[in-house]
C-alpha cells in the first residue's frame, strides 16, 4: 500500500507533467515482458492526466506496441510514416492535437539516433524516455541526474554498453531535448518509480538546472514551513513564523529538485561584527544523505565570504559531528554577537555553539 508521503510525492509532479509532450521508446524484445505491459498501464494514467504521449517500437513490429496499447485503453493512432520521415512530424502533432495518442515505427533507428532527436524536436518533446534491455551504470549503478555537460568525464566509471547510450543521450540534450530517460525496461514499476520521485530508479541526462540551491521566494515560505515543522516540534530548530521569514526572506535558500523544494539554509549576517550565523539548515527526511546539507553549508559560507564576512557560526542541538566534520570548532556563547547572545539565552534552548574562520582577510564596512 502507498504511504501518504509517496502519494504526495506524486501529485507534487501531476501538474508539472500536464500538457507536456513524452516520447517513449519502447524495444521490441521487451513487448512480452510483464514489465512492460505494467508500464503501459501506467502510461495509460499518465495520458489521463494529460501527458501528450507518442509511444515508438524499436527493431520490432509497430502492430505489437500498437495492440498493447488498446489492450491497455490507451486512446492511441497510428502514425502512417515512420520516424524518420520528416512528415511524421506534421500528423504526430495532428494525433496529439485531437486528444490522442500517436504510436509511431523507430524501428529503423537506434534508441537515440540523429533521426530519433530530430522528430523529439520537431514534437516539441519534454523527455525522451527510453525502455531497453541494456542500461547506463555509472560505477556499477544508475546515475540519476548528469549534466550533459559533465558526460564525458564519467564514460571511464561507465559500462561498455552503456557508454553509447550516454553519449547519445548528452548529444540530444545539447541539440535542445531537455531531458533523456535510459530505464531498464524488465524492472518492475520502472516508469512510476523514474518519473515519480525526485531521485528516480534509472539514468537521466539533462540539459537544464535539475538539481539547484537558489534564493527563498515567497510562493515558497509556506512550503519551508511544512518542511521544517517536524523539526521544529523536535527542539532540533528554533520556531519561525510566515511573517519572521518573510521580513528576512533575503537571508534563506533553498535546494530544488526537478523544481521541488527539498532543503534549505539561512544565512543571517550581523556586519557590525563580522559574522554571520548559519541557520535554519533542514533536508527532507527523504533526501537525507546526500550530501545536500553538506552543499548547502559550502553555499551559505560562499555567500558569506563574498559579502567579505570572516567568521560563520551555528547553534545546533543535535548536528554537533556534522557541523565538526566541516571544520567548525566548538566555541562558547561569548563568540555571538550580542543580540543574538541574548536571544540565545532568552531562548532556554541547550544549544552548542560552533564557530568557523571562512577568510583571514575581511572586507571591512
Not at 192 to 213: K, P, Q
Request: proline share 5%; glycine share 8%.
Amino acid at each position: 500500500m502507498a504511504q501518504p508521503s509517496d502519494v504526495r510525492e506524486v501529485l507534487q509532479y501531476i501538474p508539472q507533467f500536464r500538457g507536456k509532450v513524452f516520447l517513449v521508446l519502447i524495444e521490441a524484445g521487451l513487448l512480452p515482458e510483464p514489465a512492460v505491459a505494467e508500464t503501459l498501464l501506467d502510461l495509460a494514467v499518465l495520458e489521463d492526466l494529460g501527458v501528450k504521449l507518442v509511444l515508438g517500437v524499436l527493431g520490432g513490429d509497430l502492430k505489437d506496441l500498437f495492440d498493447w496499447t488498446l489492450e491497455c485503453e490507451i486512446m492511441a493512432a497510428r502514425v502512417s510514416r515512420p520516424i524518420t520521415d520528416a512528415t511524421a512530424i506534421r500528423e504526430t502533432l495532428d494525433i496529439l492535437a485531437r486528444g490522442q495518442s500517436a504510436v509511431i515505427d523507430a524501428s529503423a533507428t537506434g534508441p537515440l539516433d540523429g533521426p530519433v532527436v530530430d522528430f523529439a524536436l520537431g514534437i516539441g518533446v519534454a523527455k525522451i524516455i527510453t525502455l531497453l534491455e541494456e542500461e547506463i551504470l555509472i560505477d556499477g549503478a544508475p546515475a540519476h541526474a548528469i549534466r550533459a555537460a559533465e558526460t564525458a568525464a564519467l564514460e571511464d566509471r561507465t559500462n561498455a554498453a552503456g557508454v553509447p547510450l550516454l553519449r547519445s543521450a548528452a548529444a540530444a540534450c545539447q541539440r535542445g531535448v531537455p531531458r533523456v530517460h535510459v530505464l531498464n525496461g524488465r524492472r518492475q514499476g520502472v516508469l512510476v518509480d523514474e518519473l515519480f520521485s525526485n531521485e528516480g530508479v534509472g539514468t537521466m541526462v539533462h540539459a537544464d538546472s535539475y538539481r539547484m540551491i537558489r534564493p527563498l521566494r515567497e510562493e515558497d515560505i509556506p512550503e519551508l514551513l511544512g518542511m521544517i515543522g517536524r523539526s521544529v516540534r523536535r527542539t532540533k530548530l528554533v520556531e519561525r513564523t510566515y511573517e519572521d521569514i518573510q521580513s528576512r526572506i533575503g537571508d534563506f535558500h533553498v535546494m530544488t529538485i526537478d523544481g521541488n523544494v527539498v532543503a534549505c539554509v539561512a544565512l543571517h549576517p550581523y556586519p557590525a561584527e563580522q559574522c554571520a550565523e548559519v541557520a535554519c539548515l533542514y533536508v527532507k527526511q527523504a533526501h537525507e544523505g546526500r550530501g545536500y546539507g553538506r552543499h548547502l553549508v559550502g553555499h551559505a559560507e560562499e555567500a558569506a565570504a563574498r559579502a567579505g564576512i570572516p567568521r560563520v557560526f551555528a547553534l545546533t542541538n543535535r548536528a554537533a559531528p556534522f557541523f565538526a566534520g566541516l571544520g567548525y570548532s566548538q566555541a562558547t556563547v561569548d563568540v555571538l554577537p550580542q543580540r543574538r547572545r541574548q536571544q540565545f539565552e532568552a531562548s532556554g534552548r541547550d544549544s552548542l555553539v560552533f564557530s568557523k574562520i571562512i577568510s583571514e582577510n575581511p572586507t571591512l564596512p
